[in-house]
């Protein structure tokens, strides 16, 4: 089973790696930012997978970004796995001061919590004219170890460490969803109170969960900061977390590979429907939604799990 | 190891369910709780797992008051709870879902239990890599039963065992329940009627609108005592 996995993880790097050769510069921004909100989706698919969906993972992805600037542009630190390491060392310390806090609600009230947390980091963003207000910061190109490449090199590096860090993430997340903790996060999402009577602590199966969402969504935010070469408060307003939870939604809760799918899928209808149709994009994204959700309710990773239901 | 109700009083939104239940399970015993719908027996299952708050009374396990001890705690005394409804997370397989217990508590050896199970239920093993989703009711029956086994290393709570099944798987059931004589292991069953399990119980309360109004006993050897 896990040789499997590994075998999978392994081909998908191979293929998704084989684009940076493949595809033109645009594609290759495209499926680099992308892939980058994806691994903020992972997290928010993580906690789905435990019966709540949180509306402000913006707070992550805005303080991991803000995280690797502030430190790239105060320290000089411009090493790529440096700034990835700090920023999901942030988003770990943060995440773990909320998570007791938001995993004792549930439903609605769990989303509108987190989704206040992300408005208060807009806010006070917006306020600090000091890290650049509501016009944010720039950020340098990263360099890989050393390594400064420019240019179309600097493209495909980028998009080669984005490929590597979702196929990890994606299989440690395979890995954790598989196991025992991971299972009981979705027997809670089916009913919580047999899990408390079987002996297990819900409240401390949605902090974990919640902490996990932080550091991806952490690292997600610095790898969309470097990709844009430029950070801002929109980071953490209600929009981009929205976003997040559209490609959860897309996605479903039952594959991993579904939510990187469904945010290049998102990414690509979103930049097709604006160039064809420039005034009405938003239509065009809206129907394609409510398309995908009536006819696939629970993702499009119900589609492969409908067939391994089917085999069992 | 001996279960203990005194005077225990549940109400819900103001509508009083319990009226001062007392009741106890000695040390292996298997007893029966019997009463028609609505009579309070799925609340004295909930309150003695914690689920149920009481307005009054007091659970003692082994001497122990219990009562403000939050459910997954009293799971790792070793109560194992097998809800009417059964309860099974139906994404899983048959085998996850009876290993539930032993992930969320650590003192349980989830190998031994299934081998115990198994032992008890051959049938279970067959059906061990079908998710709960495709087993019929009776089916999920007999897996909700293996997992409250998995977990009620002590205490077993089955609330309406017989409900819904086939008469046959009744039976069997009961003869499951039965076999656990010599395990030592404390048995409240809550049911409408006794007709699955007039020869496996011992004593029987007769529980009708949150009162226990009478206690029978079945067994002839302790009615002799008696």
């Given at each position: 089973?896990?040789?499997?996995?590994?075998?999978?993880?392994?081909?998908?790097?191979?293929?998704?790696?084989?684009?940076?050769?493949?595809?033109?510069?645009?594609?290759?921004?495209?499926?680099?930012?992308?892939?980058?909100?994806?691994?903020?989706?992972?997290?928010?698919?993580?906690?789905?997978?435990?019966?709540?969906?949180?509306?402000?993972?913006?707070?992550?992805?805005?303080?991991?970004?803000?995280?690797?600037?502030?430190?790239?542009?105060?320290?000089?630190?411009?090493?790529?796995?440096?700034?990835?390491?700090?920023?999901?060392?942030?988003?770990?310390?943060?995440?773990?001061?909320?998570?007791?806090?938001?995993?004792?609600?549930?439903?609605?009230?769990?989303?509108?919590?987190?989704?206040?947390?992300?408005?208060?980091?807009?806010?006070?963003?917006?306020?600090?004219?000091?890290?650049?207000?509501?016009?944010?910061?720039?950020?340098?190109?990263?360099?890989?170890?050393?390594?400064?490449?420019?240019?179309?090199?600097?493209?495909?590096?980028?998009?080669?460490?984005?490929?590597?860090?979702?196929?990890?993430?994606?299989?440690?997340?395979?890995?954790?969803?598989?196991?025992?903790?991971?299972?009981?996060?979705?027997?809670?999402?089916?009913?919580?109170?047999?899990?408390?009577?079987?002996?297990?602590?819900?409240?401390?199966?949605?902090?974990?969960?919640?902490?996990?969402?932080?550091?991806?969504?952490?690292?997600?935010?610095?790898?969309?900061?470097?990709?844009?070469?430029?950070?801002?408060?929109?980071?953490?307003?209600?929009?981009?977390?929205?976003?997040?939870?559209?490609?959860?939604?897309?996605?479903?809760?039952?594959?991993?590979?579904?939510?990187?799918?469904?945010?290049?899928?998102?990414?690509?209808?979103?930049?097709?429907?604006?160039?064809?149709?420039?005034?009405?994009?938003?239509?065009?994204?809206?129907?394609?939604?409510?398309?995908?959700?009536?006819?696939?309710?629970?993702?499009?990773?119900?589609?492969?799990?409908?067939?391994?239901g089917n085999a069992a | 190891m001996t279960l203990k109700l005194e005077n225990v009083q549940v109400s819900i939104q103001a509508a009083p369910i319990l009226r001062g239940v007392s009741l106890d399970v000695g040390a292996g015993e298997r007893m029966g709780l019997i009463g028609r719908n609505g009579a309070g027996k799925t609340t004295v299952m909930r309150t003695i797992t914690g689920l149920a708050k009481m307005a009054a009374g007091t659970v003692k396990w082994d001497g122990e008051d219990i009562s403000n001890m939050q459910p997954r705690l009293r799971a790792r005394l070793g109560f194992g709870y097998m809800p009417e409804d059964r309860r099974l997370v139906p994404d899983l397989t048959v085998e996850e879902n009876m290993l539930l217990p032993a992930w969320a508590n650590d003192e349980i050896d989830g190998r031994k239990g299934l081998e115990f199970v198994y032992d008890l239920m051959p049938e279970l093993a067959n059906m061990a890599p079908r998710k709960a989703l495709l087993l019929s009711g009776g089916q999920q029956k007999m897996a909700a039963l293996g997992r409250a086994l998995i977990a009620g290393r002590k205490l077993l709570l089955l609330d309406e065992p017989f409900e819904g099944v086939a008469p046959a798987l009744a039976r069997r059931i009961s003869d499951v329940i039965t076999s656990l004589k010599g395990e030592g292991l404390s048995v409240l069953i809550a049911q409408s009627e006794l007709s699955h399990s007039s020869d496996l119980l011992q004593r029987e309360c007769v529980i009708e609108r949150g009162e226990i109004i009478r206690v029978n006993v079945i067994d002839p050897v302790l009615a002799g005592k008696a």
């Amino acid at each position: 089973m896990r040789s499997k996995l590994f075998l999978g993880a392994t081909a998908a790097f191979a293929v998704l790696a084989a684009g940076s050769v493949i595809l033109p510069d645009w594609a290759m921004f495209l499926c680099a930012m992308a892939l980058a909100k994806g691994l903020v989706c992972l997290g928010i698919v993580g906690m789905m997978r435990g019966g709540v969906v949180s509306f402000g993972q913006g707070l992550y992805y805005c303080i991991g970004a803000y995280t690797a600037t502030l430190v790239a542009n105060s320290f000089g630190v411009s090493d790529i796995f440096l700034l990835t390491l700090l920023s999901a060392l942030a988003c770990l310390l943060v995440g773990m001061a909320f998570g007791p806090l938001l995993s004792s609600y549930r439903g609605i009230f769990f989303a509108m919590l987190s989704l206040a947390l992300s408005m208060v980091l807009y806010g006070s963003l917006s306020k600090m004219s000091v890290i650049g207000g509501t016009d944010g910061l720039n950020i340098a190109a990263p360099t890989f170890l050393g390594w400064a490449p420019e240019g179309r090199p600097l493209q495909t590096a980028l998009y080669i460490y984005v490929v590597a860090i979702v196929v990890i993430a994606g299989t440690l997340m395979r890995i954790y969803f598989d196991s025992e903790q991971g299972l009981i996060t979705l027997a809670t999402r089916d009913n919580e109170l047999r899990v408390e009577y079987l002996g297990a602590s819900v409240r401390n199966i949605m902090t974990y969960n919640y902490v996990f969402g932080a550091v991806l969504g952490g690292i997600g935010g610095t790898i969309a900061a470097l990709a844009l070469g430029h950070v801002d408060p929109e980071f953490a307003f209600w929009t981009t977390s929205g976003e997040f939870v559209f490609v959860a939604i897309l996605a479903g809760y039952l594959s991993v590979p579904a939510v990187f799918v469904a945010a290049i899928i998102l990414e690509l209808v979103r930049s097709f429907s604006n160039l064809y149709f420039p005034n009405t994009w938003q239509l065009a994204l809206g129907i394609f939604l409510l398309v995908v959700i009536v006819l696939l309710p629970n993702g499009l990773g119900s589609l492969v799990g409908r067939r391994k239901g089917n085999a069992a | 190891m001996t279960l203990k109700l005194e005077n225990v009083q549940v109400s819900i939104q103001a509508a009083p369910i319990l009226r001062g239940v007392s009741l106890d399970v000695g040390a292996g015993e298997r007893m029966g709780l019997i009463g028609r719908n609505g009579a309070g027996k799925t609340t004295v299952m909930r309150t003695i797992t914690g689920l149920a708050k009481m307005a009054a009374g007091t659970v003692k396990w082994d001497g122990e008051d219990i009562s403000n001890m939050q459910p997954r705690l009293r799971a790792r005394l070793g109560f194992g709870y097998m809800p009417e409804d059964r309860r099974l997370v139906p994404d899983l397989t048959v085998e996850e879902n009876m290993l539930l217990p032993a992930w969320a508590n650590d003192e349980i050896d989830g190998r031994k239990g299934l081998e115990f199970v198994y032992d008890l239920m051959p049938e279970l093993a067959n059906m061990a890599p079908r998710k709960a989703l495709l087993l019929s009711g009776g089916q999920q029956k007999m897996a909700a039963l293996g997992r409250a086994l998995i977990a009620g290393r002590k205490l077993l709570l089955l609330d309406e065992p017989f409900e819904g099944v086939a008469p046959a798987l009744a039976r069997r059931i009961s003869d499951v329940i039965t076999s656990l004589k010599g395990e030592g292991l404390s048995v409240l069953i809550a049911q409408s009627e006794l007709s699955h399990s007039s020869d496996l119980l011992q004593r029987e309360c007769v529980i009708e609108r949150g009162e226990i109004i009478r206690v029978n006993v079945i067994d002839p050897v302790l009615a002799g005592k008696a």
